[in-house]
């Protein structure tokens, strides 16, 4: 298999998780690549316009007649980053917090909190930015990251485990409650010094997680709505399967002594095996053999 090939299956089975570390990554390097290439071709083109934070295309404007021509904002400017480590930095806590919060809860909960979060957060953001003294009059400001939603997964887990006891290097065992506060603290101390619009909408994210598991507890699970919405789109897209009639023969054969088991629940035994060994050890544990295995499946789909 080659490493397209080895990427292509990680995408497909990872998980939810990787798949969002796949649509960041992917958004800041493809633009990234294609602009440089333009850029080649004609100096005076800016090859990092399409996604950094001066972009009025993808990150979110503080100015909300700017959501008229652009509501896609609300969503898009959770997947863009506006360099290498604030990307590199957003993704290791992504995996992180978002490992955590799977172990209690589903792939597709984390994916419509992670998507609810961004559009409340960015609300948040457009809200307050010309009501707060310490933005008034300093202009329109614009937004990217996905630093709010990765704060809402972080909050919305250590308030439904405060207790769950996390291994850090260099400093030892701290209870995730510990971590989410120091995070929290953070952005209440520097909103007033430095880039006050996002550390207003990380709070809003944090807020957003922690009123997430409050009304999960409660039995209303917000996460639905994007399932549904998710759902719905797949099922429009999804091809449709003809199903030709056929002619069906049967024929008799003598009965076999002793239970005889299917190919087929050979090879689903052996695909549950090797997905039981992705969600315990992640998509590299996999063996070459295994890797094929799962290649040649995708393809014959």
């Not at 071709?41 to 001066?54: A, E, I, R, S, V």
């Not at 614009?142 to 769950?164: C, E, F, T």
């Not at 009639?245 to 239970?259: E, F, N």
């Not at 070459?288 to 799962?294: D, G, Q, R, S």
């Amino acid at each position: 298999m080659s490493i397209l090939d080895d990427l292509k299956m990680e995408y497909r089975v990872g998980g939810v998780v990787q798949r969002l570390i796949f649509w960041n990554v992917g958004l800041f390097v493809v633009p990234m690549v294609v602009f440089g290439i333009l850029a080649l071709f004609n100096t005076g083109f800016p090859p990092l316009q399409w996604y950094l934070p001066g972009n009025d295309w993808l990150s979110l404007s503080s100015d909300v007649t700017d959501l008229a021509w652009k509501p896609w904002s609300l969503i898009s400017y959770a997947f863009l980053h506006a360099g290498f480590l604030h990307l590199f930095f957003n993704m290791l806590m992504l995996f992180w917090a978002g490992r955590f919060f799977l172990t209690f809860f589903t792939q597709k909960q984390l994916f419509g909190l992670y998507i609810l979060s961004a559009i409340f957060a960015g609300f948040i953001f457009i809200l307050t930015y010309s009501l707060l003294p310490i933005t008034a009059g300093s202009g329109t400001g614009k937004i990217v990251g996905a630093s709010a939603a990765i704060m809402a997964v972080l909050i919305a887990v250590a308030s439904y485990s405060p207790m769950y006891n996390v291994r850090l290097l260099l400093i030892g065992n701290v209870k995730l409650w510990h971590i989410a506060a120091f995070f929290v603290l953070f952005d209440i101390i520097y909103a007033a010094a430095e880039n006050t619009g996002g550390h207003i909408s990380h709070l809003a994210g944090a807020l957003f997680g922690y009123v997430f598991i409050l009304l999960l507890k409660n039995g209303t699970d917000l996460s639905k709505g994007v399932s549904a919405v998710v759902d719905f789109f797949a099922n429009i897209f999804k091809p449709k399967k003809e199903s030709p009639l056929r002619t069906v023969h049967r024929t008799t054969s003598p009965q076999q002594k002793g239970p005889v088991k299917p190919a087929k629940d050979m090879a689903q035994k052996q695909i549950d095996d090797i997905l039981d060994k992705i969600s315990k050890s992640g998509y590299d544990s996999l063996t070459k053999e295994e890797k094929e295995f799962l290649f040649r499946l995708q393809n014959n789909k």
